[in-house]
């Protein structure tokens, strides 16, 4: 059966073409990048469709399913697409939507558009990147389609069947012609699936990857929305008080929602979103929660003698230690700012949170008071380490104004006085140390022993952190200074080597490492001054020839290559120690021949690197070892 909706076939047809060949033209205005990322951007298009049906209050499941052709297919619930004819454009509502640009949700009326942002720009967009799509709707008892062949109607939306259901189903294939890359990644499109899922409270989002000889389905469902977001940054942490705190409310157009919690930790995590879209830069909504905590945590605590009347006030980083946050607003125009349009520009946000903050926060202290005395015990400490680590750095700027720079002594610098040929190794142990030492090139390459475990910069205050005499060598070897000081035009060398062994304790130091420089130098890791070394850890002799291989996998490749027999000596190395001086050099510091790993941290998952760190960092041991077994997942490899 096959009943034609729509013949009609006009000269609007042109333009919608020249339109969408717009698209396929110069794909990066719309989507970003031709690259992974933009190829599931696509993805993210479709789905917000389903939740805007879903804000509506009539989709309750989004179900997406990475099909074995690596074609992608969105179904919902919700009341399905219009099929009515538009009358501006001649054409069924659906039509509109897949074929003119820039058409998502002004169609049918009523239409309720908050998600989108930075490139919402709609199905029209997927449809003209696609080599096909088809989009099928459940409606009034009915199954209508339209298929679409790099943005072309195939033929007039058709009635195809009969169901009980309602809905909206589009499935559509990445055109290769377009996309650098068409092989969708399961792990990143679940890891936004969930954040969608965290943001959009009640809705059920399924997904299913059925390329895999066992398809594999997970569910994410969050009744309690970004309060459960909020919980689950808190997993592997201490929270200082059972509750989450809820805010919840709507000013003028904009509706505000703002979830936290105290952990006992010295670290903010507050994750910021418009729209769903994350806001890493914050912007107005950001500021306006801010104003709003500090002022109202100040007033409870004067109102309630926490603070005497002539004390100073708590700043607000005091009220934010150890805080983990979620603001989610939802506003129908966003502005979004900055060089990178992550930072929202809207300044009737920043009142919108501020009111519902302000208000709803002031009654929830006022019942909870002793939830609230503790978050404050815990911001008077935090102004007290304060203050003592502002001494102590006080006292660390007038020494080096006073004596110059002096660099540590334990530091080997090289001789090369142009950073851009330096580099400097940070050694696990003296003993490495030394060998580092006597291996290197002295010209360009600079070695910093560390004695043993650097402190957990996660569980110390910043007073701690700054008297800490490993944590002071480096910065005075780096030359950038920290936190508001940081300058890179100062960083003296080019590269940061971190050689540690090759073993969980290894591992372990190196994450330290890597928490310090993450917390407090995070430009160093962004702008890739920052490598881990990779030591062997078999060393294979046979007949005076030497072989190395860095992990099992190339041990037994050495081992075929050369033959197994009981000429084979192999050594596994325990440590860097166990090397001598040119072992050291041939295998792990040698620029000609070594393999250094770039540290990277993915900007569209900072919040995910949070809990990566913290799984490492925090006090709950089980979640640790698993992490160490499995490996840092934000180090990328690089050979050079
Ligand atoms: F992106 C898309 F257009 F391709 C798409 C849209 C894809 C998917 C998977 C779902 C959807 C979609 C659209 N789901 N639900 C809707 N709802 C509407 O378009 C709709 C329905 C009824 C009314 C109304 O006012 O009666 C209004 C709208 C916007």
Redesign the pocket.
């Given at each position: 059966m096959s009943t034609e909706v729509n013949g009609e076939y006009g000269a609007d047809q042109i333009q919608i073409l020249e339109g969408l060949e717009a698209v396929r033209k110069r794909p990066g205005m719309y989507i970003g990048s031709t690259s992974i990322r933009g190829l599931h951007h696509l993805v993210y298009?479709?789905?917000?469709?389903?939740i805007?049906?879903a804000l509506?209050g009539?989709?309750s499941e989004?179900q997406v399913t990475i099909c074995k052709d690596n074609s992608i297919k969105?179904?919902?619930n919700?009341?399905?697409?219009?099929i009515g004819i538009n009358h501006k454009a001649g054409l069924p509502?659906?039509e509109v939507?897949?074929t003119i640009l820039h058409a998502?949700?002004k169609?049918?009326?009523?239409?309720?558009?908050v998600s989108g942002g930075l490139h919402g720009v709609?199905?029209s967009v997927?449809?003209a990147l696609s080599e096909w799509l088809e989009?099928t709707i459940y409606q009034n008892g009915k199954m209508y389609r339209q298929r679409y062949e790099r943005g072309k109607v195939m033929y007039p939306l058709k009635e195809i069947g009969v169901t009980e259901r309602t809905?909206?189903?589009?499935i559509f294939l990445p055109d290769k012609e377009i996309f650098e890359e068409t092989v969708f990644d399961y792990e990143i499109l679940r890891q936004r699936l969930r954040e969608m899922a965290f943001l959009t409270k009640g809705i059920k989002i399924i997904l299913t990857d059925e390329r895999l000889e066992e398809p594999k389905t997970r569910e994410f469902y969050y009744e309690g929305g970004i309060k459960e977001y909020v919980a689950y940054l808190n997993r592997h942490k201490n929270p200082l008080y059972d509750q989450i705190i809820y805010c919840e409310g709507q000013r003028d157009d904009i509706y505000v929602e703002v979830a936290l919690q105290h952990n006992n930790s010295y670290q903010e995590g507050t994750y910021s979103f418009v729209n769903n879209i994350t806001t890493p830069e914050g912007g107005t909504h950001l500021t306006g929660f801010r104003n709003a905590l500090t002022k109202t945590f100040n007033d409870y605590a004067k109102k309630n003698k926490i603070l005497k009347e002539n004390e100073t006030n708590l700043t607000g980083e005091d009220i934010r230690e150890g805080l983990s946050a979620i603001i989610s607003i939802k506003i129908s125009e966003p502005q979004f700012e900055g060089q990178t349009k992550q930072k929202l520009g809207n300044s009737e946000a920043r009142g919108a949170v501020e009111s519902v903050v302000t208000e709803q926060l002031t009654y929830f202290l006022e019942q909870n008071p002793s939830v609230a005395k503790m978050i404050c015990d815990k911001a008077v400490l935090a102004q007290r380490a304060r203050d003592a680590a502002r001494k102590a750095r006080d006292l660390t700027r007038r020494k080096t104004a006073l004596e110059g720079t002096s660099l540590p002594g334990k530091l080997a610098d090289c001789s090369d006085k142009d950073p851009k040929n330096c580099e400097i190794y940070i050694v696990e142990g003296d003993s490495a140390g030394g060998s580092a030492k006597t291996a290197r090139n002295r010209a360009t390459q600079a070695i910093l022993p560390l004695r043993g475990k650097i402190l957990n910069v996660e569980k110390s205050r910043l007073d701690k952190i700054l008297v800490n005499n490993e944590i002071k060598a480096m910065i005075t070897a780096f030359g950038t200074g920290i936190g508001e000081d940081f300058d890179i035009e100062k960083l003296r060398y080019d590269k940061i080597v971190i050689m540690t062994d090759a073993d969980v304790d290894g591992a372990h130091i190196a994450t330290l490492m890597l928490t310090f420089l993450y917390r407090f130098m995070p430009d160093l890791i962004r702008k890739g001054h920052v490598y881990l070394a990779q030591p062997p850890l078999y060393k294979i002799d046979k007949n005076k020839k030497v072989y190395y291989a860095y992990d099992d996998k190339e041990l037994n490749e050495v081992l075929s290559e050369i033959g197994r027999d009981s000429n084979n000596k192999i050594q596994r190395y325990k440590g860097l120690g166990e090397m001598d001086a040119e072992q050291l050099w041939d295998t792990t510091m040698d620029p000609e021949k070594r393999i250094l790993l770039r540290v990277t941290i993915d900007e569209e998952s900072e919040s995910e690197i949070d809990v990566v760190f913290n799984t490492l960092m925090g006090d709950k041991v089980e979640p640790r070892r698993e992490f160490i077994e499995t490996n840092a997942k934000y180090v990328k490899n690089l050979d050079i």
């Amino acid at each position: 059966m096959s009943t034609e909706v729509n013949g009609e076939y006009g000269a609007d047809q042109i333009q919608i073409l020249e339109g969408l060949e717009a698209v396929r033209k110069r794909p990066g205005m719309y989507i970003g990048s031709t690259s992974i990322r933009g190829l599931h951007h696509l993805v993210y298009e479709i789905v917000d469709n389903s939740i805007d049906e879903a804000l509506a209050g009539f989709c309750s499941e989004i179900q997406v399913t990475i099909c074995k052709d690596n074609s992608i297919k969105v179904i919902d619930n919700g009341r399905g697409i219009p099929i009515g004819i538009n009358h501006k454009a001649g054409l069924p509502a659906v039509e509109v939507v897949f074929t003119i640009l820039h058409a998502g949700g002004k169609f049918g009326g009523g239409g309720y558009k908050v998600s989108g942002g930075l490139h919402g720009v709609g199905a029209s967009v997927v449809n003209a990147l696609s080599e096909w799509l088809e989009v099928t709707i459940y409606q009034n008892g009915k199954m209508y389609r339209q298929r679409y062949e790099r943005g072309k109607v195939m033929y007039p939306l058709k009635e195809i069947g009969v169901t009980e259901r309602t809905g909206t189903e589009v499935i559509f294939l990445p055109d290769k012609e377009i996309f650098e890359e068409t092989v969708f990644d399961y792990e990143i499109l679940r890891q936004r699936l969930r954040e969608m899922a965290f943001l959009t409270k009640g809705i059920k989002i399924i997904l299913t990857d059925e390329r895999l000889e066992e398809p594999k389905t997970r569910e994410f469902y969050y009744e309690g929305g970004i309060k459960e977001y909020v919980a689950y940054l808190n997993r592997h942490k201490n929270p200082l008080y059972d509750q989450i705190i809820y805010c919840e409310g709507q000013r003028d157009d904009i509706y505000v929602e703002v979830a936290l919690q105290h952990n006992n930790s010295y670290q903010e995590g507050t994750y910021s979103f418009v729209n769903n879209i994350t806001t890493p830069e914050g912007g107005t909504h950001l500021t306006g929660f801010r104003n709003a905590l500090t002022k109202t945590f100040n007033d409870y605590a004067k109102k309630n003698k926490i603070l005497k009347e002539n004390e100073t006030n708590l700043t607000g980083e005091d009220i934010r230690e150890g805080l983990s946050a979620i603001i989610s607003i939802k506003i129908s125009e966003p502005q979004f700012e900055g060089q990178t349009k992550q930072k929202l520009g809207n300044s009737e946000a920043r009142g919108a949170v501020e009111s519902v903050v302000t208000e709803q926060l002031t009654y929830f202290l006022e019942q909870n008071p002793s939830v609230a005395k503790m978050i404050c015990d815990k911001a008077v400490l935090a102004q007290r380490a304060r203050d003592a680590a502002r001494k102590a750095r006080d006292l660390t700027r007038r020494k080096t104004a006073l004596e110059g720079t002096s660099l540590p002594g334990k530091l080997a610098d090289c001789s090369d006085k142009d950073p851009k040929n330096c580099e400097i190794y940070i050694v696990e142990g003296d003993s490495a140390g030394g060998s580092a030492k006597t291996a290197r090139n002295r010209a360009t390459q600079a070695i910093l022993p560390l004695r043993g475990k650097i402190l957990n910069v996660e569980k110390s205050r910043l007073d701690k952190i700054l008297v800490n005499n490993e944590i002071k060598a480096m910065i005075t070897a780096f030359g950038t200074g920290i936190g508001e000081d940081f300058d890179i035009e100062k960083l003296r060398y080019d590269k940061i080597v971190i050689m540690t062994d090759a073993d969980v304790d290894g591992a372990h130091i190196a994450t330290l490492m890597l928490t310090f420089l993450y917390r407090f130098m995070p430009d160093l890791i962004r702008k890739g001054h920052v490598y881990l070394a990779q030591p062997p850890l078999y060393k294979i002799d046979k007949n005076k020839k030497v072989y190395y291989a860095y992990d099992d996998k190339e041990l037994n490749e050495v081992l075929s290559e050369i033959g197994r027999d009981s000429n084979n000596k192999i050594q596994r190395y325990k440590g860097l120690g166990e090397m001598d001086a040119e072992q050291l050099w041939d295998t792990t510091m040698d620029p000609e021949k070594r393999i250094l790993l770039r540290v990277t941290i993915d900007e569209e998952s900072e919040s995910e690197i949070d809990v990566v760190f913290n799984t490492l960092m925090g006090d709950k041991v089980e979640p640790r070892r698993e992490f160490i077994e499995t490996n840092a997942k934000y180090v990328k490899n690089l050979d050079i």
